[in-house]
C-alpha cells in the first residue's frame, strides 16, 4: 500500500513537473506583451526541457512498474537460480565456507538486510519558492533582465526537482533489489544438499583454472635479438607534462643540406621574432599612441615593416627552408645546387634588411598592401626566387621515382605563382589610375593564396602523412584541390575593392571567384582530416600534430571566413574594419604559421638528432592558439559593431572610442602570441645546440677508447 | 597518366593555365583601365606644394589609416556628395621609376576618408595643431603625432608659420612652434583633397543600400540629435566642452554670438565661416561644405545654445531657413 501511495506521488509530481512551467509561461507571457523572438526561443528551450526531463523521468518510473510486475509474474525460482549460476570463484568460496559451517552444525543466521528507505518524501519547498517568486514584469524597461531573474529560479528549482525525483526513483530501485538479495539469500541457506554442494565446488575449480603463462613461450627466458626494443626508461620520475612521444632517429641526410636548411629556419626565426616584435610595438600604439615620437618609430611606416617582415622573412624563407627538405626527399634524389640555395637565402635576407631600412626611412612604393618595398628591393628577393625554382625544378628533373610527388606540384607552382604575381606588380612602367588598384587586388591576394597557401599545402601533403605514418587519404582529392585552387584563387583579387571604382563586374567576378574557393578548401580540409583516419591517438602522444591540427582547423575555417567576407552585404559591415585584419591573422597566423611551426619540430630533430623541452614546446603552442584567440575573436566583434555604428551614421569619433576596449585585448592577445614566438626561439636554439649534458653513455665510450689506446701505444 | 609524371608538361600547364587566368581578370583589366579612363576636365591641377606634401603622406603610410574612396554605398556619403568614379583616380601616374603610382585608396579606414578632407576640414591652424599633436584637438585621436615636422624657435624668421598649440602638448620646450616645409606641404596636400564636381548633364552614380528615411515632415527637426551633427562637425575645433583652445579656437561656452541675438551673424559663421578675430583662426564654411540643412543647422545651435550653461532661448527652424536663403546671398563667391 505504502508504494501504491508512492507511485502515485511521484505522477503527481510528474503532472506538477510538466505544467509548472506552463503556469510560469502564462505569468510571463500575460506580463513581457510582445517578447521579442529570442526570448520566445529562450521560454520554448526551457519548455523543452522541462517535457524532456518529465518523459525520462516518467520512462524511469515505468521501467520501475515493468520490472516489478514483470517478477510478480515471472518464475521466482529460476532468477534465483540464474543468480546461482553466475556466482564467481570468490562468492562460491564464501557460500560453500557457509554451508560447510552449517553442515558442521553451527546455525548461523545470515546477515539481516536493513531497508533504508525512508518511505516519507521531503516536500520540495524550492517548488513553493518558484512559484512565489515575485515578479514586476509591468514596467517596459529590464524585461530582459526580469525574464532572466524569473528564469534562474524556475530552472533552479526545475533541477533541483529531477534531481530529488531521480533519487527518490534510484532509493526506490535500491530497496527492491535488497528484497531481492532477501529472497537470494533466503533460498541460499535452503542449499544443503551433498551433491549441490559438490557441483558448486567443481564449478569453483573451473573457475580457478589459470593459464601458468608459459604455453606458448616455454620456460626460455626472452631475449631481444633483432634489437626491436631501445632507449628505455629506467630512471623515471613524476612528469611535469605529459611525455610526448620522441622523434625517431632518421638515416642521417647530406650535413651540407642539413646547414642549409638549418640557416633558412634560423633566419626565419629570427624575422618572425623581429616580425612580431614590431606587430606587438604597433598594437600597443593602438592603445598608447604617443608612446614615442620617433619619425622611424611612427604607426604608418612600422605596419608595413611588420608585415613585409613577416611575410617575405619569416613566412618565406620558413617555407622555403622545408621545400629544401622536402623536394629533395620525395624526388628520392640529391638537391641540385646546395650553392644556389645559399645565394638565395642571401638574396632573400638581403630584401627583408633593405625593405626595412627603406620602409623605417620613409621610402615605399606608394601604399598597395604587401607591395610597400620599392621593385629593386623586391628584384633581389625576385631573384631569389629564380634561383630556388631552377634548383627545385633541376632535383625533380633527376628524380629516382617515375611520379612528382604532389607536394611538388605544390611547391613548385607556389613558386612560379610568385614570381608571376611579383613580375606583373613590380615592372616599373606601368600601372596608371585605376589600373594600379586593379593590380593591387590582384597582387595582394595571389600573394596570400598563391604563394603562402599553395607552398604551405605543398608541406602538409608531405609532412603530415609523415607524422602520421600513413599515406594521404586521396590523392585525387589533394589533384582537385590543386587545380580548382588555381582556377578560383586567381579570379578573387578585387574582392578587395569591392564597392570602389573598379569595373562592377570585375567586382562580381571576384565575388563568384571567393564562392568557388569554398571547393578547394573543402576538399584540402577533407583530405587532411581523412588522413588522421584510424590514428587519431597519436595527437595526444604527439608534439607536432597538434600544430597540424590547429592549422587543419584554420585552414577550413579561416578560408571559409574569407568567402564570406568577400559578399556585398558583408562588404557593408566589415569592409575598411579590423575585421580584416583579424581574418589576415586567423589565416597567415594559424594557418601558415602554425603549419610552419609542426614542419619544424618536425624536421628538426631529424637533421640534428636533438628536440626541444616538451615543456616549451607545449608553451609555445599554447600561448599561440590562445594570444591568437584573444586576438581575433575581440577584434571581430569590435568591428562588427564599429560597420553597424558606421551603417547607423554615428559620429566616427564614437566609433573610434568603441573599439578602445577591443584594441586593448588585441594587444593582450598580441603579446601572448609574442611571448609564444620567444619559446619558439628557445626550442629552436635547443635544436640545433649542442646538449648541456653530454651522453654518459658516449662520455664512456670515448674514455675507454683513449685508455685503450694509451695501452696499445 | 603520363601527364602527372612529365615535369615540364605538368608545370608549363599549370603555369600557363595561372598567366591565362592573370592576364584575363588583372593584366587586361588594368590595361583597358588605363586607357579608357580619362581626368575630369574641371579637375583642378595640384600645386607643388600639394605635390611634395602627397610625397610626405606617402613616406610616413598614412594610408595604412585613412581611404580615399567614397564608395557607392550609403553609409560612405558622410566622406563626399557623391561615389568616386574611375575619373578621379585616372590623372595619377606613377611617381616616379623606383615608386608605383599611388591612388592611396587604401583598405582600412582606422581613421577617417580623406577624398573630400579638403573641403570638411579646410582650417590650416586646426590642421596644423592636429599634425603637431592630434590629442591636443581631438582627445579621443589615436592617430600618430607628427612632432619632428615641427621646430622651436627663440626668433621668428619672416615666413615662419607659427602653430597655436596648447602649452600643456609643447612638453616644457620654451619659444615658439614654428611648421617646417613638410608640415605646411601635408597640409596643402589634405587641403588640395577636394571631390570634383561632375561635369554638368554627366549622370551621377547612386549612393546603393539606402538607409530607411525617418518618416519626415516635421517631425524630423525634433528626432534630429544636436549633439551627434555637433560631434561630427563642430567639435574637433570648439571641443566636447564647447571651451575651444586658447590661442587657437574660440569657446562657444558663454560666446555672445552664440547666446545673444543676432541670429543672422550666428547662422551666417555656421554657413560661411568667420575671420572676424586675429588672435584665433580661421573658421572654414563648414554648413556649405558640409550640405547641412536647415534643419541641422537648427539642431546644432539649439545645442550649443543650451549646453555648457549657455541658456539661450530656442530658435524655430523657420527662422533659420529664412536667414539661410538671406545669407546664402551674401555668401563669399
Not at chain 1, 639 to 657: A, C, D, Y
Not at chain 2, 203 to 212: D, G
Request: with cysteine.
Amino acid at each position: 500500500m505504502l508504494k501504491r501511495g508512492m507511485y502515485t506521488r511521484v505522477k503527481a509530481m510528474l503532472v506538477a513537473a510538466c505544467f509548472f512551467p506552463l503556469w510560469a509561461h502564462a505569468q510571463q507571457g500575460g506580463s513581457v506583451g510582445k517578447p521579442g523572438t529570442a526570448l520566445l526561443f529562450v521560454l520554448l528551450a526551457v519548455l523543452v526541457a522541462v517535457l524532456l526531463a518529465a518523459f525520462f523521468l516518467s520512462v524511469s518510473v515505468s521501467n520501475l512498474v515493468e520490472k516489478r510486475r514483470g517478477r510478480t509474474a515471472g518464475s521466482q525460482k529460476q532468477q534465483l537460480q540464474d543468480y546461482l549460476t553466475n556466482f564467481n570463484s570468490q562468492q562460491l568460496r564464501k557460500l560453500l565456507h557457509i554451508a560447510g559451517e552449517k553442515r558442521k552444525g553451527g546455525q548461523k543466521r545470515v546477515t539481516g538486510l536493513v531497508i533504508l528507505f525512508l518511505g516519507t518524501l521531503h516536500s520540495n519547498p524550492l517548488l513553493a519558492q518558484a512559484a512565489d517568486t515575485k515578479t514586476n514584469l509591468f514596467s517596459e524597461t529590464g524585461i530582459i533582465i526580469t525574464i532572466t531573474l524569473i528564469l534562474v529560479p524556475i530552472l533552479a528549482a526545475i533541477g533541483i526537482m529531477i534531481v530529488k525525483l531521480s533519487a527518490m526513483l534510484r532509493r526506490q530501485r535500491n530497496r527492491e533489489e535488497l528484497d531481492e538479495a532477501e529472497q537470494l539469500a533466503a533460498y541460499l541457506a535452503t542449499l544443503t544438499d551433498e551433491q549441490a554442494l559438490q557441483e558448486l565446488a567443481k564449478r569453483k575449480e573451473a573457475l580457478d583454472y589459470q593459464l601458468t603463462h608459459t604455453e606458448l613461450s616455454g620456460q626460455q627466458m626472452s631475449a631481444d635479438n633483432k634489437g626491436l626494443i631501445s632507449n628505455v626508461n629506467t630512471r623515471s620520475s613524476l612528469p611535469f607534462v605529459s611525455p610526448k612521444k620522441r622523434a625517431l632517429k632518421r638515416p642521417n641526410i647530406d650535413p651540407q643540406l642539413s646547414r642549409l636548411i638549418l640557416w633558412y629556419m634560423g633566419c626565419a626565426a629570427f624575422w618572425l621574432l623581429f616580425g612580431t616584435t614590431i606587430g606587438e610595438y604597433l598594437g600597443i600604439k593602438f592603445v598608447s599612441p604617443d608612446a614615442d615620437h620617433i619619425s622611424w618609430l611612427s604607426f604608418g611606416r612600422l605596419r608595413p615593416v611588420h608585415t613585409n617582415a613577416v611575410f617575405w622573412g619569416w613566412a618565406s624563407l620558413g617555407m622555403l627552408g622545408l621545400g629544401y627538405y622536402i623536394v629533395p626527399m620525395v624526388s628520392n634524389t640529391p638537391l641540385a645546387s646546395i650553392k644556389k640555395g645559399w645565394y638565395a637565402l642571401w638574396l632573400i635576407n638581403a630584401a627583408v634588411v633593405l625593405g626595412t631600412i627603406c620602409l623605417m626611412a620613409g621610402i615605399n612604393n606608394g601604399g598597395g598592401e604587401y607591395r610597400e618595398y620599392i621593385w629593386p628591393v623586391m628584384l633581389l628577393f625576385g631573384l631569389g626566387l629564380v634561383l630556388t625554382l631552377i634548383n627545385f625544378l633541376q632535383t625533380i628533373a633527376r628524380r629516382k621515382t617515375k611520379e612528382i610527388y604532389i607536394s611538388n606540384w605544390y611547391m613548385v607552382s607556389a613558386i612560379m605563382f610568385a614570381l608571376t604575381i611579383t613580375a606583373v606588380a613590380y615592372i616599373p612602367t606601368w600601372q596608371n589610375g585605376l589600373g594600379e588598384t586593379i593590380i593591387q587586388g590582384y597582387y595582394m591576394h595571389q600573394g596570400v593564396g598563391m604563394w603562402f597557401m599553395l607552398f604551405t599545402l605543398g608541406i602538409v601533403y608531405y609532412m603530415l602523412p609523415q607524422q602520421l605514418n600513413q599515406p594521404i587519404y586521396s590523392y585525387s582529392l589533394g589533384i582537385l584541390a590543386f587545380w580548382t585552387q588555381i582556377l578560383f584563387y586567381t579570379l578573387i583579387g578585387t574582392h578587395h575593392f569591392v564597392f570602389s571604382s573598379i569595373p562592377w563586374w570585375l567586382q562580381t567576378v571576384a565575388i563568384v571567384g571567393s564562392m568557388g574557393m569554398v571547393i578547394p578548401v573543402v576538399a584540402g580540409t577533407t583530405n587532411f582530416i581523412m588522413t588522421f583516419k584510424g590514428a587519431w591517438h597519436k595527437v595526444a602522444g604527439s608534439y607536432t600534430l597538434p600544430f597540424f591540427l590547429v592549422g587543419i582547423i584554420f585552414y577550413c575555417t579561416g578560408s571559409l571566413q574569407g568567402t564570406a567576407e568577400a559578399f556585398r552585404s558583408t562588404n557593408l559591415i566589415w569592409h575598411f574594419t579590423d575585421f580584416t585584419v583579424a581574418h589576415s591573422h586567423l589565416t597567415m597566423y594559424g594557418i601558415i604559421c602554425f603549419f610552419l611551426w609542426a614542419g619544424m619540430y618536425a624536421v628538426l630533430p631529424r637533421l640534428t638528432g636533438r628536440e626541444a623541452p616538451q615543456v616549451t614546446v607545449g608553451a609555445h603552442f599554447w600561448l599561440a592558439l590562445i594570444g591568437l584567440l584573444f586576438y581575433t575573436i575581440p577584434l571581430m566583434i569590435g568591428s562588427t559593431l564599429r560597420g553597424q555604428m558606421w551603417i547607423e551614421g554615428k559620429p566616427f569619433i564614437e566609433t573610434v572610442v568603441h573599439m578602445a576596449p577591443y584594441w586593448l585585448w588585441r594587444a593582450i592577445g598580441g603579446s601572448l602570441m609574442w611571448l609564444s614566438h620567444i619559446f619558439f626561439a628557445w626550442n629552436f636554439y635547443k635544436m640545433i645546440s649542442k646538449p648541456e649534458t653530454a651522453d654518459i653513455k658516449e662520455l664512456a665510450l670515448q674514455q675507454l677508447e683513449v685508455q685503450t689506446e694509451a695501452t696499445i701505444h | 597518366m603520363e601527364f602527372f609524371n612529365n615535369h615540364i608538361k605538368l608545370f608549363r600547364t599549370a603555369f600557363f593555365f595561372f598567366a591565362g587566368l592573370t592576364l584575363l581578370v588583372a593584366i587586361l583589366p588594368a590595361l583597358n583601365n588605363q586607357q579608357i579612363n580619362k581626368p575630369l576636365p574641371n579637375a583642378a591641377v595640384m600645386s607643388e606644394d600639394a605635390t611634395r606634401g602627397k610625397q610626405v603622406f606617402i613616406a610616413n603610410g598614412c594610408v595604412a589609416c585613412h581611404t580615399q574612396q567614397v564608395r557607392n554605398v550609403d553609409m560612405d556619403k558622410t566622406w563626399g556628395s557623391r561615389p568616386s568614379v574611375a575619373a578621379d583616380y585616372a590623372a595619377i601616374t606613377r611617381t616616379d621609376t623606383w615608386r608605383n603610382t599611388a591612388t592611396l585608396m587604401g583598405t582600412e579606414r582606422t581613421g577617417p576618408d580623406l577624398t573630400d578632407v579638403g573641403n570638411r576640414q579646410p582650417s590650416i591652424d586646426w590642421n596644423l595643431v592636429h599634425l603637431f599633436n592630434p590629442r591636443a584637438v581631438v582627445k579621443e585621436s589615436i592617430m600618430p603625432a607628427y612632432p619632428w615636422m615641427f621646430r622651436f624657435t627663440k626668433e621668428l624668421a619672416k615666413g615662419d608659420v607659427v602653430v597655436n598649440v596648447p602649452k600643456e602638448w609643447l612638453g616644457g620646450k620654451e619659444g615658439k612652434l614654428v611648421a617646417k616645409p613638410e608640415a605646411l606641404q601635408l597640409v596643402a596636400y589634405l587641403q588640395s583633397l577636394k571631390q570634383t564636381p561632375l561635369p554638368d548633364g554627366s549622370p551621377t552614380p547612386e549612393f546603393l543600400y539606402k538607409r530607411k528615411q525617418e518618416t519626415a515632415n516635421g517631425t524630423a527637426a525634433k528626432t534630429l540629435d544636436g549633439a551627434a551633427i555637433y560631434t561630427a562637425n563642430c567639435q574637433s575645433c570648439h571641443q566636447a566642452n564647447g571651451e575651444g583652445l586658447p590661442g587657437a579656437f574660440p569657446p562657444l561656452k558663454g560666446s555672445p554670438v552664440v547666446t545673444g541675438d543676432n541670429l543672422e551673424l550666428y547662422v551666417n559663421i555656421i554657413l560661411n565661416g568667420y575671420d572676424a578675430r586675429a588672435e584665433y583662426g580661421v573658421m572654414p564654411a563648414v554648413g556649405t561644405n558640409a550640405n547641412l540643412t536647415a534643419a541641422e543647422i537648427t539642431a546644432i545651435i539649439n545645442h550649443e545654445r543650451s549646453s555648457w550653461g549657455n541658456s539661450a532661448k530656442e530658435v524655430s527652424e523657420a527662422d533659420v531657413k529664412k536667414l539661410m536663403d538671406l545669407v546664402k546671398l551674401k555668401a563669399p563667391k
